[in-house]
C-alpha cells in the first residue's frame, strides 16, 4: 500500500499514526543507552552531570529489504512518566481536556514505522559507509520526538543518531544506574531528569542557566551550532580565552578532525536566545564553518535553515537569524559583499525558507500525529506537508554537497517542481535532471516565482537590523515573553496563539 493510502486511512483510526517512510529503503532502529565510563571523553565534565552515568540516542538506519522486526512504541518507556510529562509540557486547561483524556486510551498503541533492531542493509556507497548525522531536539523533546523526519532520511540512505538531552530540556529522560557485577554493566535503578522550565523573561540568570544547558548538550555532542563552532574555532584566541567556555575539545581528539568547514547543518526554526548570551560573544561573532576563509569551504549551500510561519513572524529574531546565518555575525546589515573573498569568488547564500501556514510544532511528531491540536491553538494547517517540505529540502541540500541519498518519492513532489512537461530530458547529453526525483532543484528556487506550494524563500540580504533606537539584541530578549507559548505550550493560556510583529516584507520572495 503506498505512502498516500496509509496517510489517509490513519485519518480514520482513533489511534494516532505516521504515514510509512517514502524512501527506497526498509528503516530499522536501535535504542542505545551506554555508561559515560566505557566512552573516551573528548572534553572537560561540566558542572551539573554528576547524576548522568550514561548517554543515550536512538538511532535510525536503512534496513535490510526482508525486516520483518516489530515497530517500537512511539511513547518512551516508562510510558505513564512519559505520558504525565507531555501533558505538563503542553499545559493543562479546557481546550486541551479532550486532547488529555485521549491520550492514555491510545498514544500506547502509537508505533513508529521503523523495525526494531532490524539487520543494517550493507552500503552500496563509494566508501561502503553509509552517510551520518545527529539530530539534536528542542525544548521539551525527546529521542523519539522527531522521529518522522529521522526515519524518513534513513529510508534515503542515511544514518540519523538522535540524541536525548539529560540537561532539563527534554520532556523527561530516565537514566539507568550502572552496576559493575562480574564484570558486566547492570542496573540497578533509573534517576528522572525532569523537564526544567527556566524564564522567558531573559536577564542574567536566564543565560547563565541556558548557558548550563549547552554546556551539557555540548558535552554529549549534540547541540549544532555552538557545537560546531566550539570544535572548528577552538584555536581562536578569542574563544580560548572565555571565562566560562560551552565546549572545549580535547587536542588530538577525533572530533577536531571530523569538524570541518565542509561539515553540513540543517536547523529547523533555530533558536537565538541561547546564543546571544554576554559570555559566548566570541562565539556568536564567529560564522559557521562553512563560511571559513578556505578554498575548500562551500559557503552557504552546506547550511540549511527551514523556519515554520510562527518563527518567521518573529521579525526581530529573524532579522538576529540573518546575521547568525551570515559570513559575518558582528554586521549589523547583512550585505552581498559578505558573500565575496577577496579572490574574487562569491559564496553562495544560505539555504532559508519557511512553510506558510505552520507553527513550531510542525517541525516535529506532534504535528503529523495530533493535526487537530496544532490546529485549533496554532491555526497550522497540514503537518504533514510541514515535514515532506522540509524532506525535499533535506535530501536536495545533501546531493548538492555530493552526499549519495536514495531518489525522492514521486508522492512527495505534490506540491510542485519545476520540470516543465514540454521539455523532454536529454540523459545521453548530459542534461540535468528537473523532474525532482533525483534532483529537486524547484525546493532550493529563489527566482521569486514559487514553484513550490506553502514553501517561500527567505532572503537574508537587508536583514540584520528592523530600525529604532533598540538593538535587535534587545528586541529579541523581549520578545521571548510573547513568544513563549510557542517555545513552551504551557507557558500559553489554551486558545490564544502567541502575538507577532509583523512579517518583513522584504525577507520572503
Request: glycine share 6%.
Amino acid at each position: 500500500m503506498n505512502a498516500s493510502k496509509m496517510s489517509y486511512l490513519s485519518r480514520l483510526s482513533p489511534i494516532p499514526s505516521f504515514p510509512e517512510y517514502t524512501g527506497p529503503y526498509k528503516v530499522g532502529t536501535v535504542d542505545v543507552e551506554i555508561p559515560i565510563s566505557e566512552l573516551e571523553a573528548p572534553s572537560a565534565v561540566p558542572e551539573g552531570v554528576d547524576k548522568i552515568h550514561t548517554v543515550q540516542y536512538r538511532m535510525f538506519y536503512p534496513a535490510v529489504p526482508e525486516s520483518h522486526e516489530k515497530h517500537i512504541s512511539w511513547l518512551p518507556n516508562p510510558q505513564r512518566q512519559h505520558l504525565v510529562a507531555y501533558t505538563k509540557f503542553l499545559g493543562i486547561g479546557p481546550m486541551l481536556a479532550e486532547f488529555l483524556s485521549f491520550l492514555p486510551r491510545h498514544l500506547h498503541y502509537t508505533t513508529i514505522p521503523a523495525h526494531k533492531n532490524a539487520k543494517l542493509l550493507e552500503s552500496s556507497t563509494e566508501n561502503k559507509r553509509w552517510p551520518t548525522m545527529i539530530f539534536s531536539h528542542g525544548l521539551g523533546g525527546c529521542r523519539n520526538s522527531y522521529s518522522y523526519i529521522a526515519g524518513s532520511l534513513a529510508s534515503h540512505g542515511i544514518v540519523v543518531i538522535c540524541p536525548e538531552h539529560r540537561d532539563g530540556s527534554a520532556v523527561a529522560s530516565f537514566i539507568r544506574v550502572p552496576e559493575k557485577q562480574n564484570g558486566t554493566i547492570t542496573s540497578n535503578g533509573r534517576i528522572h531528569v525532569p523537564y526544567e522550565k527556566i524564564s522567558h523573561d531573559v536577564s542574567p540568570e536566564v543565560y547563565q542557566a541556558r548557558e548550563a544547558q549547552l554546556r551539557i548538550r555540548c558535552w554529549e555532542l549534540a547541540t549544532m551550532t555552538q557545537f560546531l563552532k566550539s570544535t572548528y574555532y577552538a584555536d581562536v584566541p578569542e574563544v580560548a580565552a572565555m571565562e566560562k567556555p560551552i565546549f572545549v575539545p580535547a587536542e588530538g581528539s577525533d572530533i577536531r578532525k571530523q569538524v570541518t568547514e565542509k561539515t553540513l547543518v540543517m536547523l529547523l526554526d533555530m533558536w537565538c536566545m541561547p546564543l546571544m548570551a554576554p559570555n559566548s560573544a566570541p562565539l556568536f561573532n564567529l560564522p559557521l564553518p562553512a563560511y571559513a576563509d578556505k578554498a575548500s569551504a562551500p559557503g552557504g549551500k552546506a547550511i540549511l535553515a527551514v523556519e515554520s510561519e510562527h518563527f518567521f513572524k518573529w521579525t526581530d529574531h529573524l532579522h538576529m537569524k540573518a546575521r547568525v546565518l551570515s559570513p559575518d555575525p558582528t554586521v549589523k546589515v547583512v550585505t552581498t559583499q559578505l558573500f565575496e573573498r577577496p579572490s574574487g569568488y562569491k559564496m553562495s547564500e544560505p539555504n532559508f525558507f519557511y512553510v506558510v501556514n505552520s507553527a513550531h510544532l510542525n517541525q516535529s511528531d506532534f504535528g503529523i500525529l495530533f493535526p487537530w491540536l496544532t490546529q485549533k491553538i496554532f491555526k497550522a494547517e497540514q503537518p504533514e506537508r510541514a515535514l515532506r517540505l522540509n524532506l525535499r529540502a533535506q535530501l536536495q541540500m545533501l546531493r548538492e554537497n555530493n552526499v549519495p541519498v536514495g531518489r525522492t518519492f514521486a508522492g512527495d513532489l505534490v506540491d510542485g517542481t519545476s520540470f516543465d512537461k514540454l521539455d523532454k530530458f536529454n540523459e545521453a547529453n548530459g542534461d540535468p535532471c528537473k523532474d525532482g526525483i533525483n534532483n529537486d532543484q524547484a525546493i532550493f528556487d529563489k527566482s521569486g516565482n514559487n514553484p513550490v506550494e506553502f514553501w517561500r524563500w527567505i532572503d537574508i540580504i537587508g536583514l540584520g537590523d528592523a530600525g529604532g533606537k533598540k538593538t535587535t539584541e534587545k528586541k529579541v530578549e523581549e520578545g521571548e515573553e510573547e513568544m513563549k507559548g510557542e517555545l513552551d505550550p504551557s507557558e500559553e493560556l489554551p486558545g490564544a496563539p502567541p502575538s507577532m510583529t509583523g512579517a518583513v516584507s522584504a525577507a520572503a520572495a
